[in-house]
């Protein structure tokens, strides 16, 4: 069963407004990854969140982590038509080390 | 530097077919996956490999061996292909190795179309 749950399933925005998408899961982890995916592409990644850690950016990504809610967002900031892809979180839980496990991801469309 | 190469791009195979997918990673990489990805969702993990001579069953295992031939490669077999096996296939590394709590990082090829007739 898949361990992150992506919201919401698809996105549009305009060019210059932020995108935010959520991930949900399950069991306990020890950290949360971000990858995005262009049509047709393998899948980049993009940030990495330990579970003792709150918030962290890149650029214009910004990770949120609440473990008590079992949670992830992943903001970003003035998006550009560029930025249209699937966005996938990933977890490496306790109980499967080594076995990076992903949700069904979100996409985001970008119009310029 | 190619990162994960995977081969062949497309393939499309009669039921009951066999056929492998390749899969080389020039980064010394210590870690080797292999997941399917269907239309419209995430990734599963069919087998991985933490270090050459070693291979784990992933979520979906059944219907695919694999051999993870040095360091460098790690192939995905079907012995007998079902049309429940098309799919995009993605090969991933990453620098983790046997003693490894937990990923970093994974890598990926850019995939492999399969068509299962």
């Known amino acids: 069963s898949q361990q992150g749950e992506e919201d919401p399933q698809a996105l549009s925005i305009q060019e210059g407004e932020n995108a935010t998408m959520n991930c949900s899961y399950k069991?306990?982890?020890?950290?949360l990854q971000w990858y995005r995916q262009n049509s047709g592409r393998g899948l980049v990644h993009l940030i990495l969140?330990?579970?003792?850690?709150r918030e962290k950016h890149s650029g214009r990504l910004r990770v949120t982590l609440d473990t008590s809610k079992k949670s992830s967002s992943l903001l970003i900031t003035a998006s550009r038509a560029a930025d249209t892809a699937s966005y996938f979180c990933?977890?490496?839980?306790?109980?499967?080390?080594?076995?990076?496990?992903f949700g069904d991801g979100t996409t985001l469309t970008v119009k310029p | 530097n190619a990162g994960v190469t995977q081969t062949p791009k497309f393939q499309v195979l009669k039921t009951g077919q066999s056929m492998t997918l390749q899969c080389a990673q020039d980064?010394?990489?210590?870690?080797m996956y292999w997941y399917r990805q269907d239309p419209g969702m995430g990734l599963r993990l069919i087998y991985y490999?933490?270090?050459?001579?070693?291979?784990d069953k992933g979520e979906v295992p059944n219907g695919y061996n694999v051999s993870r031939l040095n360091k460098r490669e790690f192939s995905l077999r079907l012995e007998s292909a079902a049309p429940s096996q098309t799919s995009v296939y993605f090969c991933?590394?990453?620098?983790?190795?046997?003693?490894?709590?937990?990923?970093?990082?994974?890598?990926f090829g850019s995939g492999t179309q399969l068509s299962v007739l």
């Open positions: 991933a590394s990453s620098e983790a190795g046997v003693r490894d709590r937990f990923n970093e990082k994974l890598f």
């Open positions: 069991t306990s982890i020890n950290n």
């Open positions: 969140i330990r579970s003792n850690e």
């Open positions: 990933a977890t490496d839980a306790p109980t499967n080390a080594g076995k990076s496990t």
């Open positions: 980064m010394n990489h210590n870690s």
């Open positions: 490999s933490a270090s050459e001579g070693t291979t």
